[in-house]
């Protein structure tokens, strides 16, 4: 182990392996006390034992069912639109065994009383339909009726008037026809869904070759389908035929179809009777319905009042005998063993709880906690609140930090905001940012205990590094003096002043110093096209360099300190200084000659220096000189760089295979912690595995991919940083077109109706561009220069992260 006196962010907390020795009368009580406390990480000691092997799987395999039943409970909960009550405490007041019992009944108990709802809602729904068929169908038979008493007093009128002289015969024909021979034709009614009825029909008609007669009403309410139990759109029908092969066919194509069928009379006095009765069933029904609902909703209730206890309880149960079975039994069979990972910090605490499950379990003997001694990597543990929280969790998001090796997040929480407000400085869109992450911040205690949707949850989330980005937003658009693309004079009016009237439109020439310096920011003269390269975007450039510079050596810097804590000279002699002496002698230098340009004011080409600094090092700088002996101190740095990459190179692989021979012929032996991190594995093995040969080739190609990715990475990472000038170049030119082309242009036309429409596009474009997918570019831009130009410069994040066994983040997890 390692001494890492006192952690903070910067590093992890020192853990330490544990040993635990449990009493098994005491062993449920202690690991709920463990569960309780959060600082221990069990290992699996019966990894290789199945989940059906272990000890507890019985128990598990209760708690599942339960678990089972609570969703079912919730379920219920969610179609009566109740909602577990939030205020029963935490904890139980009863055993599993009374939970287990008591959940079987209510899960009985609402089976029962839903098979019964649906067996009434059923027959509700099928005495609706039966209604419904009596009421349409019957209009049929009223109009067929009807028009037969209509044809029958025109055929009486058409006998008695003046006719033909062929009448008299043809009605004596028809008196005389024998009854028994006319044709009765039978029917069927019923339902059909309305996206059926064509189908339905033509079936009909292929199936019987015209031989039947259908007659539709289409139904105009979606009605309860009695088997579907969903709502559906239906037509009421009724189909005549002659023939009981023809009904035969009927009958198939309806129950081919889902149709419902239902008797029918042609009898109006029957059929009034009928609905009648179906009209007080209904009625009858209905009221049953009602109170069995009411009688429902009383069970959820009281379910739902206690719901969120017992559900605490069984995960609560179930991750205690989870973490049983990672335990093993000792020889004796009379105690559990168990091993894990704690903090240093916390091993008062522990013993305390172990204590405390001793006493409560009224065990004559105690709990035994002993630190072990290994060499196995412990696993990654920060102390984090919820501002802290998320900035740590971007850095774990590229990986998590090896044991005690320094941490970016600490630095993430100033340089990641900075670098999104360089890219997004504009101060009046980090005011409504500020003002929309401030009202999440503020009804944080609401939102945290809701279910928000995916994208309201990331922001929600991320409040507090949002609401840092905002503020270092507000800052960055102070110095470019940016509101909405809009530059004010908030601290003092403008050092600069046309010299007359004419210069109105004129490029810089024209302008003179007329007053004091602007005291804050950009002076709001700086802004606009008055140079062929405005200034504001020359010092936005040059600045992202100075940025990217800055943030670079602060990545070998920390790599210093990485070597350092592990006592690892080699990457401090062979590393970290020559790559510092390469990254600075080029763009070190570079921003030294920005500085330099900015105090004295030169109108020296930097581009023309830094290209001859490697073309021509010897010739005479001439105009671009900056100050005395600028030509031979930029010899110096050119040949620091050339002799820094061989020393990158070359010495590492030559120095890791003397060692490697002095420790196999036993001429001296060097401490671990003194060989390099890439070569402790590799020694470990051997000490294992007996000698093994070293490979030097392998190791300087290993060396020379290093040196050549750090070289070549210096010139792209300074070039990636250049992203903050282009991204705050597109931010502000956007703002500026949404200001001049939507704004300004509806304002000139003096039309209130063309102001108004104007206003509206400019909120949306102001909103849905510049403060949602800007925000998020600009997020994404830092995010990578974070992972990519600041992190791979020390930053290795093979780590792993500790997960305790907490009560805490068991509750919290969604079910599965």
Not at 735 to 761: D, P, Q, R
Request: glycine letters at 6%; hydrophobic letters at 40%; charged letters at 20%.
């Amino acid at each position: 182990m390692m001494d890492g006196g006192t952690m903070d962010l910067m590093r992890s907390e020192p853990m330490q392996l544990a040993r635990i020795i449990i009493p098994i009368e005491s062993a449920h009580r202690t690991v709920s006390y463990l569960g309780d406390l959060g600082l221990f990480q069990f290992k699996d000691l019966n990894s290789g034992k199945s989940p059906f092997q272990r000890t507890f799987a019985t128990q598990i395999k209760r708690c599942g069912e339960m678990a089972r039943k609570l969703r079912f409970f919730k379920d219920q909960m969610m179609k009566a639109g109740l909602l577990a009550s939030t205020r029963s405490t935490y904890g139980s007041e009863f055993s599993l065994d009374e939970l287990e019992v008591k959940l079987g009944e209510h899960e009985s108990e609402l089976i029962e009383m839903n098979a019964n709802t649906e067996k009434l809602q059923r027959a509700y729904n099928e005495l609706l339909e039966y209604k419904l068929v009596l009421q349409k169908a019957g209009e049929f038979f009223q109009y067929a009726q009807s028009s037969a008493t209509n044809q029958q007093r025109e055929s009486e009128e058409l006998r008695f008037g003046e006719g033909s002289m062929d009448s008299p015969l043809l009605l004596e024909q028809e008196m005389t026809t024998d009854l028994s021979k006319q044709v009765k034709l039978g029917f069927v009614s019923g339902l059909v869904p309305r996206d059926k009825s064509m189908a339905f029909e033509r079936i009909l008609f292929r199936a019987t070759r015209g031989n039947v007669f259908l007659k539709q009403n289409v139904v105009e309410e979606r009605i309860v389908d009695p088997v579907q139990g969903e709502k559906v759109e239906k037509n009421v029908f009724v189909v005549f035929y002659s023939g009981e092969r023809a009904k035969n066919k009927v009958l198939k194509i309806c129950d081919a179809f889902g149709a419902n069928r239902y008797p029918f009379t042609d009898d109006l006095e029957k059929r009034y009777h009928m609905i009648t009765e179906v009209s007080g069933k209904l009625s009858e029904l209905k009221t049953t319905i009602d109170v069995g609902t009411l009688h429902w909703s009383s069970a959820l209730q009281s379910i739902a009042n206690q719901f969120e206890q017992w559900n605490n309880l069984v995960k609560k149960e179930k991750s205690i005998f989870h973490t049983l079975n990672t335990l093993s039994f000792d020889v004796t069979k009379k105690c559990l063993v168990g091993e894990g990972w704690c903090p240093a910090f916390a091993t008062v605490q522990i013993q305390k709880a172990l204590q405390r499950a001793t006493d409560d379990s009224n065990s004559q003997i105690g709990a035994i906690f002993e630190v072990l001694h290994t060499k196995e990597s412990p696993p990654t543990y920060f102390r984090t609140n919820k501002f802290t929280s998320a900035f740590q969790e971007i850095v774990d998001a590229y990986g998590v930090a090896k044991y005690q090796e320094a941490n970016p997040g600490l630095y993430t929480i100033v340089t990641f905001p900075f670098l999104f407000a360089v890219m997004f400085g504009d101060w009046g869109h980090g005011i409504c940012l500020f003002l929309a992450t401030l009202f999440l911040i503020l009804r944080e205690k609401k939102y945290s205990s809701q279910k928000l949707g995916d994208i309201m949850e990331m922001a929600f989330g991320g409040r507090y590094v949002i609401i840092m980005m905002s503020i270092f937003s507000i800052y960055t658009g102070l110095i470019y003096n940016e509101f909405f693309s809009v530059p004010f004079e908030l601290f003092g009016r403008s050092a600069y002043d046309c010299r007359d009237s004419s210069c109105k439109d004129a490029t810089t020439i024209g302008m003179i110093k007329v007053r004091d310096t602007y005291p804050f920011g950009v002076d709001p003269m700086w802004h606009g096209t008055r140079s062929e390269l405005p200034f504001l975007n020359s010092l936005k450039m040059k600045m992202s360099i100075l940025l990217g510079v800055a943030q670079m050596n602060l990545g070998i810097i920390l790599s210093y300190f990485n070597a350092k804590f592990f006592r690892n000279d080699i990457n401090i002699w062979y590393q970290f200084i020559p790559q510092m002496i390469f990254l600075n002698s080029l763009f070190g230098y570079l921003s030294l000659l920005i500085i330099v340009k900015w105090c004295t004011g030169s109108k020296a080409d930097l581009y023309h220096i830094m290209i001859y600094m490697f073309l021509s090092p010897t010739d005479d700088l001439g105009e671009n000189q900056l100050f005395w002996g600028q030509k031979y101190l930029q010899i110096l740095l050119l040949l620091l760089a050339l002799v820094a990459v061989p020393w990158m190179l070359i010495p590492k692989p030559l120095l890791l295979k003397k060692q490697h021979e002095e420790r196999h012929q036993g001429q001296t032996y060097a401490p671990l912690h003194s060989l390099d991190e890439n070569l402790e594995s590799d020694l470990d093995d051997e000490s294992h595995g007996g000698h093994e040969e070293f490979e030097f080739s392998e190791v300087l190609v290993h060396q020379l991919i290093h040196t050549i990715e750090f070289v070549l990475g210096s010139v792209s990472n300074t070039a990636s940083y250049l992203r903050l000038w282009a991204l705050s170049l597109a931010h502000s030119e956007l703002s500026s077109v949404f200001y001049e082309k939507v704004l300004l242009l509806a304002w000139g036309f003096n039309n209130v109706v063309i102001l108004i429409i104007g206003i509206i596009v400019f909120i949306f474009a102001t909103v849905g561009v510049l403060l949602v997918m800007e925000t998020l570019s600009a997020f994404l831009h830092a995010l990578r220069l974070h992972w990519v130009e600041f992190q791979n410069k020390f930053y290795e994040g093979d780590g792993y992260k500790f997960h305790p066994f907490s009560f805490e983040l068991v509750i919290s997890e969604e079910d599965d």
